[in-house]
């Protein structure tokens, strides 16, 4: 700090216009500091006709000095924290904005992944149907027409899924027999499989089976795509067997084919997002599979059996 007693006689500023243009009698200035670095000067003066300012005023405007050093400081604190907030929002609209689209990314690949087993089912069956030299039993032909129509509802129902998904809509649920969801998957997908894959399905349903709480939409969403699953892992045809029983207070639905089985170091990756051994595969189906069981407390476990070929369990709690 500095305090000038008396500037017209100074000789510092005898070459200063302001001082005589102003008439300048005394004026004191103190540095503005904050953390040893200097953010400028306050500075006063008075003129000679008006009451000089005495030494004693010098402390006065040193302890100002450092009160207004410290807002000064706080301003530019405020105003760096202000700038770095908005470097940080737009960093996040740019951080949401890039997860929206990662997210489009992996529901519309979901979603085809799904809608591609439905398809499977329309075309085989329509193929089948346009075979000329091939006559069907108006009863086999209705039953072909009748799969076309489930697939059909069933792409629909994945496309209202998605669009019940983005409005967080709660899941259908529904106290359902497990034997009445499997009936209805095995004839969605029948004529598709002994068309093109050769397989025989065998199924050992439990008798008097307790009910269970679920979307039936998206049961026959899961089942149709492990069994899919199954009989492509069979390229040479084989059996899958779709096994119901009754374990505790859970009901379990197995899907047991007789294919190569699953890699050992696969067992725990196959339910991981875009994880696939298919060259084709988008490596959602699974994934997918395994969220709809467990948004109802359930389980989805995969396993390869003794004798050869896997093993996929569906558990589910029984009806509340």
């Not at 069956?125 to 489930?150: G, I, S, W, Y």
């Amino acid at each position: 700090p500095m305090f000038l007693g008396n500037i017209q006689e100074d000789e510092r500023f005898q070459a200063s216009a302001s001082v005589a243009r102003f008439n300048i009698g005394t004026a004191m200035c103190s540095p503005l500091i904050h953390r040893g670095k200097t953010l400028g000067v306050l500075y006063v003066d008075k003129r000679m006709e008006s009451f000089a300012f005495e030494s004693e005023d010098l402390k006065m405007l040193a302890a100002l000095a450092e009160q207004a050093a410290l807002a000064l400081a706080n301003r530019r604190l405020y105003s760096e924290l202000k700038a770095s907030l908005e470097r940080i929002e737009q960093q996040q609209e740019a951080l949401v904005q890039s997860e929206k689209l990662a997210a489009m990314g992996l529901l519309s690949a979901g979603l085809s992944h799904e809608i591609r087993n439905p398809l499977t089912v329309i075309s085989g069956n329509t193929q089948l149907l346009l075979m000329k030299n091939r006559k069907r039993k108006p009863e086999e032909r209705q039953e072909m027409l009748e799969a076309v129509d489930r697939a059909a509802e069933q792409i629909f129902s994945l496309v209202q899924g998605l669009i019940d998904f983005s409005k967080k809509r709660p899941a259908n649920l529904e106290t359902l027999n497990l034997n009445d969801v499997v009936k209805e998957t095995i004839t969605t997908v029948k004529a598709t499989l002994t068309g093109h894959y050769g397989v025989k399905i065998i199924k050992k349903l439990a008798e008097e089976l307790p009910p269970v709480d679920g979307d039936k939409r998206e049961l026959i969403q899961v089942f149709m795509n492990l069994i899919l699953n199954a009989v492509q892992a069979m390229s040479e045809g084989g059996k899958l067997t779709l096994k119901t029983a009754t374990e505790e207070d859970r009901v379990i639905v197995q899907f047991l084919d007789t294919g190569p089985g699953i890699p050992a170091d696969q067992l725990e990756r196959i339910f991981q997002a875009f994880h696939t051994q298919k060259k084709e595969g988008t490596g959602l189906g699974l994934w997918i599979a395994r969220n709809i069981i467990e948004r109802v407390d359930g389980t989805l476990t995969a396993s390869n059996q003794k004798e050869g070929g896997a093993c996929f369990e569906v558990s589910l709690p029984l009806a509340k």
